[in-house]
């Protein structure tokens, strides 16, 4: 069974960083095509980013771009959300999902916060 384990939300102020992780376990990480999503209050569950191995491909919805970066470490097996330049509007659960095939696993979610 895959199971995800997210962690490293928090409160930070506007501007800030934080990095949240998702360690895999059940599945080598280089087999599942990996995502974060995020659900703001009030509000549907939305893509953050995705990142496929083979081909090594990454994909960033437009109100990340450049201030998010995906990172896949295989050899901790272990997905990485590194969250720079934060703002208000980014406070929100943030979930990873992992797909192998026709099957889908997600994460408990993790708490990110953007207040001054």
């Known amino acids: 069974q895959v199971q995800l384990t997210e962690a490293g939300g928090g409160l930070a102020q506007p501007g800030e960083s934080l990095r949240l992780s998702c360690a895999v376990s059940g599945t080598p990480l280089n087999n599942v095509f990996m995502s974060w999503y995020r659900q703001a209050p009030g509000k549907e569950r939305e893509l953050v980013a995705w990142?496929?191995?083979?081909?090594?491909?990454?994909h960033y919805t437009d109100s990340v771009k450049g201030r998010f970066t995906i990172v896949r470490d295989d050899a901790v097996n272990t997905l990485y959300l590194q969250m720079n330049s934060l703002r208000p509007e980014d406070t929100a659960v943030y979930y990873c999902?992992?797909?192998?095939?026709?099957?889908?696993?997600w994460g408990q979610g993790t708490q990110v916060t953007v207040s001054s």
């Open positions: 990142s496929n191995n083979n081909p090594i491909r990454i």
């Open positions: 999902k992992a797909q192998r095939n026709t099957e889908i696993f």
